[in-house]
């Protein structure tokens, strides 16, 4: 495709259950990001992969979120025992290396009951 | 820590007025500064980037050290301007955009 594209996106779940969120990059791009935004609020840092190297996790809230990603294609972002602070839009970004700039998703919009 | 801060969630302009969206900065070193705009139904994209000093879409945004700030401006605004406005901030050696919460820019006819 010729853009960042994410799965689902819409979630909709009871409190406690595990949620697994889908980026597919655009093809070429070494760097991928995941950023959250809460309602009202600027899109928060999570984590971030180039390459074969060791991820950026600095920015995941808590060890209930792990992500992964194959190579430099896609990547999933999983949510365990999930809690209604974690209702957000969950967005993807992908680069070309070294400070190019991010091209974003859509979002999934993620719902804990 | 770094921090975005754009004081205005909303700013309702007229048709042909100038606008000024305002966002600053906190980071003691050299920062990378961008403005990504979301018109309605579509998704996030980079609008402009300080390095390149480029005017898109009649908007300049001009990087202030002494102020830390990189307020975004437009002479006459459009109605096509309408939409959510965020600003960003990369720092050195890092990748990661540290994000404001957002200003929604409204151009009325």
């Known amino acids: 495709g010729a853009g960042v594209s994410q799965s689902p996106s819409n979630k909709v779940t009871e409190k406690g259950k595990d949620v697994e969120l889908r980026c597919d990059p655009i093809?070429?791009?070494?760097?991928l990001y995941w950023y959250r935004q809460r309602l009202g609020q600027g899109l928060e840092f999570l984590i971030y992969?180039?390459?074969?190297?060791?991820?950026?996790k600095s920015g995941l809230p808590s060890d209930r979120f792990s992500a992964e990603r194959t190579g430099e294609s896609v990547s999933t972002l999983t949510i365990q025992r999930t809690q209604q602070e974690d209702s957000a839009v969950y967005l993807c970004?992908?680069?070309?290396?070294?400070?190019?700039?991010?091209?974003f998703g859509d979002g999934t919009r993620l719902s804990i009951l | 820590a770094q921090r975005v801060t754009q004081p205005e969630k909303l700013l309702s302009v007229f048709k042909g007025a100038p606008v000024e969206l305002k966002c600053n900065y906190s980071?003691?070193?050299?920062?990378?500064l961008f403005w990504y705009v979301q018109y309605s139904r579509q998704r996030l994209q980079l609008l402009l980037r300080?390095?390149s000093r480029e005017s898109i879409k009649g908007f300049t945004a001009d990087l202030n050290k002494g102020e830390t700030s990189f307020h975004l401006k437009k002479p006459f605004a459009q109605e096509e301007d309408s939409a959510m406005y965020y600003c960003?901030?990369?720092?050195?050696?890092?990748?990661?955009?540290?994000f404001g919460t957002g200003t929604r820019l409204l151009v009325s006819p």
């Open positions: 970004a992908s680069s070309l290396p070294y400070g190019q700039p991010q091209h």
């Open positions: 093809s070429g791009h070494t760097a």
């Open positions: 992969f180039q390459g074969n190297s060791a991820p950026d």
């Open positions: 980071y003691s070193g050299s920062p990378e």
């Open positions: 300080h390095i």
């Open positions: 960003a901030l990369r720092t050195t050696g890092f990748q990661k955009l540290v």
